[in-house]
């Protein structure tokens, strides 16, 4: 069997993607009261190593996947570039058949979507994106699975996108195109996300709605999803945090959803800049239940990548 990458959502696809929540719902049901580190009962992945590679600040994707690992019954090593000789010059093709040889799978959080590519196109084993300027995979399965928890079905689901057209929204996109939900995007101008994954989700059949107006892409929305403004390693532009004010997440913009609707942000949160405290706060806001279904998630993916999912 060809190695399973997943670097982009499209890498899966949608059917294995609906079988990843299914098992995530499941796995997580199933070892609900456990301690985190306990093993699944299968402990499917026994014995495999996953080599973690940051290149970037985390605290969610790296606590997740170690615990993943555990949890399957793996174990993970952490590799951050500026300890390693990645950071020293080392190519990422020398880096990607290096990792092949000491672990069972790489994981890669990064700046340059094209270094994980060239990861990928080297290694031997799978590649997992956990973080480019480009997209962000692993969070939107997590994200799917918490929409689809807290009662909302991904087909003809209406998500609302407020603030930054950033590398989380190019994944929501992706994922509308391979889930069958629409997607209503609010951003200033000159903030849009790249017209690529918008074009994908249309041509998917999916409505896709750009406009400034924050107001009118929450109106009787199901799902609310924000990220901080300023995404790692940008500047911290003025200029930008005066254009994205009027696209803060308050009481006020929550209540222009349905009723039911839920609050996502992927964390860290800035509160009181793209979200308000009553927001972040309140009973519609999901963002830990989210933050936990990153190990979830993580299992999922990599079950799928080692060819025991889909």
């Avoid at 964390?267 to 990153?294: K, T, Y």
């Amino acid at each position: 069997m060809a190695v399973r990458h997943f670097l982009d959502l499209s890498d899966a696809g949608g059917n294995a993607i609906a079988a990843m929540i299914d098992d995530a719902i499941t796995r997580k049901v199933a070892r609900a009261s456990w301690p985190k580190g306990q093993p699944d009962a299968d402990a499917p992945l026994a014995g495999r190593v996953l080599g973690m590679v940051f290149e970037k600040s985390s605290t969610r994707t790296r606590v997740s996947f170690d615990i993943a690992m555990r949890q399957l019954g793996g174990s993970a090593i952490v590799l951050d570039a500026g300890t390693t000789q990645l950071g020293r010059g080392e190519s990422v093709a020398d880096t990607a058949r290096v990792l092949s040889r000491m672990a069972d799978a790489i994981m890669v959080r990064t700046d340059d979507h094209a270094k994980i590519e060239e990861m990928a196109r080297y290694a031997s084993v799978p590649v997992i994106n956990g973080l480019t300027d480009r997209s962000h995979p692993c969070q939107i399965v997590a994200d799917l699975l918490t929409m689809i928890e807290h009662k909302k079905p991904l087909p003809g689901l209406e998500v609302a996108w407020l603030g930054d057209g950033n590398n989380v929204l190019h994944s929501i996109l992706e994922a509308a195109a391979l889930m069958k939900f629409n997607v209503r995007v609010a951003t200033p101008a000159g903030y849009e996300p790249e017209a690529e994954f918008v074009e994908l989700a249309r041509a998917a059949g999916c409505t896709v709605t750009l406009t400034q107006d924050a107001g009118a892409a929450a109106a009787g929305a199901d799902v609310l999803v924000t990220d901080t403004w300023v995404s790692m390693g940008q500047a911290d532009s003025a200029e930008k945090l005066a254009a994205m004010q009027p696209y803060r997440v308050d009481a006020a913009l929550m209540a222009q959803a349905k009723p039911e609707a839920i609050f996502l942000h992927c964390l860290p949160a800035h509160v009181g800049d793209e979200v308000s405290e009553e927001v972040f706060e309140g009973p519609q806001s999901v963002v830990f239940d989210e933050a936990e279904n990153r190990i979830h998630a993580q299992k999922s993916v990599l079950l799928w990548c080692f060819g025991l999912i889909g």
